[in-house]
């Protein structure tokens, strides 16, 4: 007599007590709770991102500067003379002509240039002024005249003040001092100087000066 194995006996008693469809549920639940093959690999950790090299960090910028230099541009002031510089052919100079001849020539004509245009306003302010406004008949009108006026006085004060700093950098030319921290004797650079040619300090002295005069208010 052939023996059946216990493991066929117990499938087959199953079957007979639940029925076929207990037995498939059975079936879907043992193998929603296994884990695919695809879970599994999702779930392994991702391999680590590959650091690029310092070289390769490096040769785009050394592209970008190579391609940023145009050598028409930085060898221009060779044929120029300073006051036909542009701004852009200045600050394309070498360092080593910072304040040479051609440099103190640009900042002499501009200067010059900025006193030459403030004295002409000077000028129409005070043939505006003298306009008589007692022969306007409305007071609101007369009022609006005068303060016009006294907002183009407040105005031509400061181009005074402004007049007084450009003389004064005009003499720091002739002296060979222009273009040097009165503070430091440091290069105060010629971005700085094309934004405000009468500067006398370099940015951190200002900035220095500043600190201290809303400390101490002196």
């Not at 230099?69 to 044929?79: C, E, G, M, Q, V």
């Not at 006085?153 to 002296?175: F, G, M, P, Y």
């Not at 100087?193 to 002196?218: I, N, V």
Request: hydrophobic content about 35%.
């Amino acid at each position: 007599m052939t023996k059946t194995p216990a493991k066929t006996l117990a499938t087959a008693s199953a079957t007979a007590t639940h029925g076929p469809a207990d037995t498939e549920t059975a079936s879907k639940t043992r193998s929603r709770s296994t884990p695919s093959a695809a879970t599994k690999a999702s779930a392994a950790p991702a391999a680590p991102l590959k650091k690029p090299s310092a070289k390769a960090d490096i040769e785009p910028m050394n592209a970008a500067k190579s391609t940023a230099t145009d050598p028409k541009l930085a060898n221009a002031w060779k044929s120029k003379s300073g006051s036909e510089l542009s701004e852009s052919e200045l600050l394309a100079m070498p360092e080593s002509e910072y304040m040479g001849e051609k440099q103190l020539e640009f900042f002499r004509a501009k200067l010059q240039a900025l006193k030459d245009d403030l004295l002409s306003n000077a000028g129409e302010t005070t043939e505006h002024l003298r306009e008589d406004t007692s022969i306007v008949p409305d007071p609101a009108d007369r009022a609006t005249i005068e303060e016009e006026h006294a907002l183009e006085l407040r105005t031509r004060d400061r181009e005074r003040k402004l007049l007084k700093k450009i003389s004064q950098s005009l003499a720091r030319i002739e002296a060979g001092e222009y273009g040097y921290c009165d503070e430091t004797g440091e290069p105060i650079g010629l971005g700085r100087l094309l934004a405000r040619p009468t500067a006398t300090l370099s940015l951190e002295a200002q900035q220095r000066r500043e600190m201290k005069q809303k400390m101490f208010g002196d």
